[in-house]
């Protein structure tokens, strides 16, 4: 069965260090990678995606991804953090075609203390 | 670009009554669209998928019945809580597909039934 794993239900980090979230995958064939910010009581917020290309994707408010082929990951990473950072982060991976479903990680809670 | 649009962002409703949540894409076309419900604390669950001009397509454990979904447009489709219950409270998300594979989210309907 196809599956996204974030390992870690919850991440804490002191603010100005650098973080990392991590996000591993198990698909078949070649899949699209994303990674989502939920703030709460709102929807899905898109971060930056992996189609094809470079490894090192970059994406909005400072967040990279570096998509490893061999070890299947996909982890979030920013070099400093920000307390207004702190959110439920989702990974996710998705193919192309015209219904195409989004396989969900199940999240992290991403706390940045001041 | 890509925004999607939700309304209500929250309503009460009282348990029997239907409640209708649209979900529009405001700047681009969609023929299709995706429903979610999260559980607290808990990822997005795949309720149905929406596609413009035809039946929706369900996920096993989903009455069909009981959400309705019609997608009469390309830039809006609507999720009908038929009598509705404590139950259904949740948090209800859309998103409408773009490119093939890309997922835009809306920003969530929360629903309470008392």
């Known amino acids: 069965a196809q599956s996204v794993a974030q390992p870690e239900d919850q991440v804490n980090v002191a603010e100005g260090n650098p973080l990392t979230v991590k996000c591993t995958y198990s698909?078949?064939?070649?899949?699209?990678l994303f990674w989502y910010v939920q703030y709460p009581n709102r929807g899905l917020q898109f971060l930056l995606k992996?189609?094809?290309?470079?490894?090192l994707v970059k994406g909005s408010y400072g967040f990279e991804a570096e998509f490893n082929k061999s070890q299947t990951s996909f982890h979030l990473k920013k070099p400093s953090a920000l307390v207004s950072d702190s959110a439920l982060y989702f990974c996710?991976?998705?193919?192309?075609?015209?219904?195409?479903?989004?396989?969900f990680g199940s999240g992290t809670r991403l706390s940045i203390r001041p | 670009g890509a925004v999607v649009s939700q309304h209500p962002s929250w309503v009460i409703c009282k348990s029997g009554t239907s409640v209708k949540i649209e979900c529009r894409s405001l700047?681009?076309?969609?023929?299709?669209m995706f429903w979610y419900r999260q559980f607290p604390k808990q990822s997005l669950m795949l309720m149905a998928t929406?596609?413009?001009?035809?039946?929706?397509?369900?996920e096993q454990g989903v009455e069909k019945d009981k959400f309705l979904i019609n997608h009469a447009s390309l830039t809006l489709s609507t999720l009908t809580v038929t009598s509705a219950h404590p139950e259904d409270s949740s948090f209800y998300i859309c998103?409408?597909?773009?490119?093939?594979?890309?997922?835009?989210f809306g920003p969530g309907t929360r629903l309470t039934v008392t």
């Open positions: 998103s409408a597909l773009l490119n093939g594979y890309e997922q835009y």
């Open positions: 698909v078949s064939g070649n899949p699209y």
């Open positions: 992996y189609i094809t290309g470079d490894n």
């Open positions: 996710a991976v998705t193919f192309y075609s015209s219904a195409s479903k989004i396989i």
């Open positions: 700047d681009f076309q969609a023929t299709t």
């Open positions: 929406s596609n413009e001009g035809s039946k929706a397509t369900y």
